[in-house]
T-cell receptor, first 106, second 116 residues
Framework: SQELEQSPQSLIVQEGKNLTINCTSSKTLYGLYWYKQKYGEGLIFLMMLQKGGEEKSHEKITAKLDEKKQQSSLHITASQPSHAGIYLCGATIMRFGAGTRLTVKP | NAGVMQNPRHLVRRRGQEARLRCSPMKGHSHVYWYRQLPEEGLKFMVYLQKENIIDESGMPKERFSAEFPKEGPSILRIQQVVRGDSAAYFC??????????????FGDGTRLSIL
């Protein structure tokens, strides 16, 4: 089965700093979802990437899919406390990475 | 348009009791997925159902766990004779059709099950 590995597992950044979260697949990625989970709540869909080289943005969050590397990256520009939470990548259906826990210090 | 509704949000049971978790999918969604999340861990797929059918239950323990999605009413995840290890957050998600990259799943806020 396809395994997704996220890095880093946790991240603490100062407000205003940029950051990147990576998601690497053990198998070829034909597409990928990114979700955000606030502590104690459900998952919020952020974006979906389908094509190699595709890049999408949602407010200050940008995600790319690199099929050759079987990897996707999620980049947050000028982080805010509201960005804090757990970011999860998901591939095909029903498979998720373990998540990256983001803390943004004011 | 209401999102995926799960209830209860919190459920406390004693060892040996039964736990019933309910999930009402988004309006127009006929596919339901159940996941379990242990503290500090990611989401683990349990079961995927379409109305009145179990499509994939490969992630569900063979004993004590069962799921249904009747023609009318919410999907139910049932855990019999609960044990301490069943303590977790259980999330439900729904999608309008066959799971694919064109139809992301929408998640409920989860049910946090605690076993005393």
């Amino acid at each position: 089965s396809q395994e997704l590995e996220q890095s880093p597992q946790s991240l603490i950044v100062q407000e205003g700093k940029n950051l990147t979260i990576n998601c690497t697949s053990s198998k070829t990625l034909y597409g990928l979802y990114w979700y955000k989970q606030k502590y104690g709540e459900g998952l919020i869909f952020l974006m979906m990437l389908q094509k190699g080289g595709e890049e999408k943005s949602h407010e200050k969050i940008t995600a790319k899919l690199d099929e050759k590397k079987q990897q996707s990256s999620l980049h947050i520009t000028a982080s805010q406390p509201s960005h804090a939470g757990i970011y999860l990548c998901g591939a095909t259906i029903m498979r998720f990475g373990a998540g990256t826990r983001l803390t943004v210090k004011p | 348009n209401a999102g995926v509704m799960q209830n209860p949000r919190h459920l406390v049971r004693r060892r040996g009791q039964e736990a019933r978790l309910r999930c009402s999918p988004m309006k127009g969604h006929s596919h339901v997925y159940w996941y379990r999340q242990l503290p500090e861990e990611g989401l683990k797929f349990m079961v995927y159902l379409q109305k009145e059918n179990i499509i994939d239950e490969s992630g569900m323990p063979k004993e004590r766990f069962s799921a249904e999605f009747p023609k009318e009413g919410p999907s139910i995840l049932r855990i019999q004779q609960v044990v301490r290890g069943d303590s977790a957050a259980y999330f439900c998600a729904s999608s309008p059709g066959n799971p694919s990259l064109n139809q992301p799943q929408h998640f409920g806020d989860g049910t946090r099950l605690s076993i005393l």
